[in-house]
């Protein structure tokens, strides 16, 4: 696997993780560790898919070990240890998910890749968990706000210098359909900073990234990734609308010039394949595969949906473009069953929470993004595999979507949370180490709101 990695790079690597290591430890006294690990997850997570990047072998690496750590680092450190219905059963079907790999047919290989793709969704709950107050919540948006930003100036570089091009967008050799999905969940990062956020300057960093990523997503020509967009943004922005419908009816009329422009302006086969006649043709086929896959074992399913390479390197797992067929076919009945158990209750818990925080102005925001990244990240499932076949963002941000809805109605009623009413106005180095020691206890307070 790292056979053309030369020694140099080797070398690279290692004093980057040094320097990296040092890093965080100094920025942890001013924001959520594991905002932290996640936000540089998320640039590792595309960058490592970029085939025209060098040394793609020891990004993939990087990649891995950030999941490893924050998931180390969130149980063995902030001994995050305690969680509520929808995040245990989601944490037990991401356990018998793996478990499953040893009943496929290549088991070494299957649970390698598993064990891969479990990290992040580990990650996301242990990241909403995390969040001890509204201004930590802020906070780790804001550095999640960070790495959008960074990604979105990496994305822009190859699609500045090919605007206009007749294909559908895929800068650095990214898929465009992964890219359209990427940029879709940083837009919906970006939006809640751009609307929520008190400081004038992360409005308007969020706001120039955002309108990249959509750019870009209407280049992709990913038409779910639209859809995903539109219905996140529109259930964030929510709060702020005294009239849903006429804020569906803006952002419509919005798309609609957006798209006559770029049809007028610079043409291209991506742009005009979002206006083309939505079909299912060639997902039934794969679904089909999947299909076949579970009636194999109803019960407990294949185990991997695989390639089944023979030679070559590791094999890969085969994208079934839903998330339900893919936990149908390779866990059967018992691993699709956890699955909409957690989704369900995951549910009933967002409803309980808009019901308990109707008077708390302060956590609406934050409830509405995790209702918005909920609900968009299901109806992207319907088409999309991300969320269970990659370690990738849609992996993370569905189970963090899971745990705010269990977390935030805690924090409404923590003492803590009451005592830190007052807006996030800049993140300056003074202002932080304020509210270090407040907001970071030690280890065996971490839980006590819970």
């Known amino acids: 696997m790292f056979e053309q990695v030369d020694t140099l790079a080797w070398l690279i690597l290692i004093v980057a993780a040094v320097v990296?290591?040092?890093?965080?430890?100094?920025?942890?006294?001013?924001?959520?560790?594991?905002?932290?690990?996640t936000g540089a997850f998320v640039v590792l997570s595309l960058a490592s898919t970029a085939k025209d990047v060098p040394y793609l072998d020891l990004l993939r690496l990087a990649r891995t070990y950030c999941a490893i750590l924050a998931v180390g680092v969130g149980i063995l450190h902030l001994r995050l240890l305690k969680f509520?219905?929808?995040?245990?059963?989601y944490f037990a079907f991401i356990l018998f998910y793996v478990i499953a790999g040893?009943?496929?047919?290549?088991?070494?290989?299957?649970?390698?890749?598993?064990?891969?793709?479990?990290?992040?969704?580990?990650?996301?709950?242990?990241?909403?968990?995390?969040i001890r107050s509204r201004r930590d919540l802020d906070i780790s948006i804001r550095v999640l706000a960070i790495s959008a930003a960074i990604l979105a100036v990496f994305l822009l570089i190859p699609f500045l210098r090919d605007f206009g091009a007749?294909?559908?967008?895929?800068p650095w050799g990214i898929n465009p359909n992964r890219l359209g999905t990427v940029a879709g969940s940083m837009t919906l990062i970006c939006v809640y900073v751009a609307l929520y956020d008190s400081s004038r300057i992360w409005k308007v960093v969020s706001w120039a990234a955002a309108s990249a990523f959509c750019m870009m997503i209407l280049y992709t020509g990913s038409r779910s990734a639209v859809v995903y967009t539109l219905l996140g943004c529109f259930v964030i922005a929510m709060p702020l609308m005294r009239r849903p419908l006429a804020l569906a009816l803006l952002v419509l009329a919005v798309?609609?010039?957006?798209?006559?422009?770029?049809?007028?302006?610079?043409?291209?086969?991506?742009?005009?394949?979002?206006?083309?006649?939505a079909s299912l043709t060639g997902r039934d086929v794969i679904w089909a595969e999947g299909m076949a896959m579970y009636s194999e074992s109803p019960l407990i399913g294949a185990g991997w949906a695989t390639e089944r390479q023979i030679g070559g390197g590791l094999a890969d797992t085969i994208n079934l473009h839903n998330i339900y067929v893919q936990a149908l076919a390779e866990t059967g009945l018992v691993g699709l069953s956890l699955?909409?158990?957690?989704?369900?209750?995951?549910?009933?818990?967002?409803?309980?929470?808009?019901?308990?925080?109707?008077?708390?102005?302060?956590?609406?925001?934050?409830?509405?993004?995790?209702?918005?990244?909920?609900?968009?990240?299901?109806?992207?499932g319907l088409v999309a595999s991300s969320a269970l076949s990659g370690s990738n963002i849609p992996a993370v941000l569905l189970p963090f979507c899971i745990g705010l809805f269990e977390r935030l109605p805690m924090l409404a009623r923590s003492e803590e949370t009451r005592l830190e009413e007052e807006p996030l106005d800049s993140w300056d180095a003074a202002g932080l180490a304020e509210y270090g020691v407040d907001l970071y206890q030690p280890d065996s307070q971490v839980n006590a709101v819970s």
């Open 20 to 37: 990296a290591h040092v890093v965080l430890v100094i920025l942890a006294r001013y924001a959520n560790v594991m905002a932290l690990l």
């Open 84 to 89: 509520q219905a929808a995040s245990m059963i």
């Open 102 to 130: 040893t009943w496929s047919d290549d088991p070494t290989s299957a649970m390698l890749r598993k064990t891969i793709y479990a990290g992040p969704m580990f990650m996301g709950i242990l990241l909403a968990y995390s």
């Open 166 to 170: 007749a294909n559908r967008l895929g």
């Open 255 to 277: 798309l609609g010039t957006g798209w006559f422009l770029q049809d007028v302006m610079v043409p291209t086969r991506a742009t005009e394949r979002l206006t083309e006649e």
């Open 339 to 380: 699955l909409l158990l957690a989704l369900i209750i995951a549910s009933v818990y967002a409803l309980v929470a808009l019901r308990g925080l109707r008077g708390v102005r302060e956590f609406q925001p934050g409830l509405y993004f995790a209702g918005g990244a909920f609900g968009a990240a299901l109806a992207h």
